[in-house]
């Protein structure tokens, strides 16, 4: 069953292309950024991360980007196939607390038409 | 497979009981954190645990605790639960306890309160 909010900005692409998902984080004070992608059902799994010194790293398929100057991340799937349908969560790691608690954005849900 | 378990997957209970979650880490990890997903509020950080000791605190009720047995495995206990409470309880890991260590969740646990 779906584990996430109703009203999810959605991005719908073609399999084959390549998908962008947006995230705007909250703390200028994050060193630390992790995208998750959920799929119905299951927990968030980890796909990519990046740290603040940085401003791109790029995975299998993926990249990330980190603009700190307007706190801004994406998340580039190069080739979307429909395994990549899922909730993609960006999250952030404030830097200044004592433990490694996450902060999530809202999600996006992206859709691959075959 | 995220190498994290949490038991159980279904609960239904009722307004007023008291539920306990479990969770076992990953091999080799430390660090065990709660997290809420629902459909209102998205992903919450609620507490983190590290080697037995609590790390950081979330927005975690007072009638939800949590505790992190010397064998690493958490358990996270609801009280007087209410319809509001019902909602996916997640657990994840890491090795450190540290800001920028990777967590990794697992299945989770879908609480019903009817």
């Known amino acids: 069953g779906e584990s996430v909010g109703l009203h999810l900005p959605t991005l719908s692409v073609q399999e084959g292309d390549n998908s962008i998902i947006n995230c705007a984080y909250s703390?200028?004070?994050?060193?630390?950024f992790i995208w998750y992608k959920q799929e119905s059902g299951k927990g968030p799994q980890f796909i990519i991360d990046?740290?603040?010194?940085?401003d791109k790293r790029q995975g299998q398929r993926v990249t990330v980007l980190l603009n700190k100057t307007v706190k801004h991340l994406s998340l580039q799937i190069a080739a979307t196939q429909p395994g990549d349908s899922a909730v993609y969560f960006c999250a952030e790691n404030p830097y200044n607390n004592a433990g490694n608690m996450l902060t999530f954005g809202g999600g996006t849900r992206l859709m691959v038409k075959p | 497979d995220s190498g994290v378990t949490q038991t159980p997957k279904h609960l239904i209970t009722a307004t007023g009981q008291r539920v306990t979650l479990r969770c076992s880490p990953r091999s080799g990890d430390l660090s065990v954190y709660w997290y809420q997903q629902s459909l209102d509020q998205g992903l919450q950080f609620l507490i983190q645990y590290y080697n037995g000791e609590e790390r950081a605190k979330g927005n975690i009720l007072e009638r939800f605790s949590a505790q992190q047995f010397p064998d690493l495995h958490s358990e996270l206990n609801l009280s007087s639960l209410e319809l509001g409470d019902s909602a996916l309880y997640f657990c994840a890991s890491s090795v450190a306890s540290a800001g920028g260590d990777t967590q990794y969740f697992g299945p989770g646990t879908r609480l019903t309160v009817l």
């Open positions: 990046i740290r603040s010194n940085m």
């Open positions: 703390n200028s004070a994050s060193d630390y």
